[in-house]
């Protein structure tokens, strides 16, 4: 959001496993996150249909790369890779940065 919208975007999600909170700030193609071992799970639902039901319900945020793939083994039918912050946050902002231009 913070690459579509050119603002300070502030984002605090649970761990889908372990329940505790993190806290990511991106700014463009940067973020500072809290705890700073938070990975990026980026992944697809193995179906058809429009990115926002395939793709954004299977992004999730972990506070690091064990719980990442513990999560990952629970959901098999999640492809996907586990990412480092900075490389998922470049993703992003290369992705969405121009949705809102035309």
Known sequence: MSAILGTEVVIEPA?????ERITVTVQGESAVATPATVVVFVGAD?????SAETCCTSLNFFTDRATARSWAGEHPRVGGIVAD????????????GGALTS
Not at 15 to 19: E, F, Q, R
Not at 46 to 50: E, L, M, Q, S, Y
Request: no cysteine.
């Open 15 to 19: 761990d889908p496993v372990t329940g």
């Open 46 to 50: 193995a179906g058809r249909g429009p």
């Open 85 to 96: 912050l900075a490389d998922a946050t470049r993703l992003g902002a290369t992705i969405f």
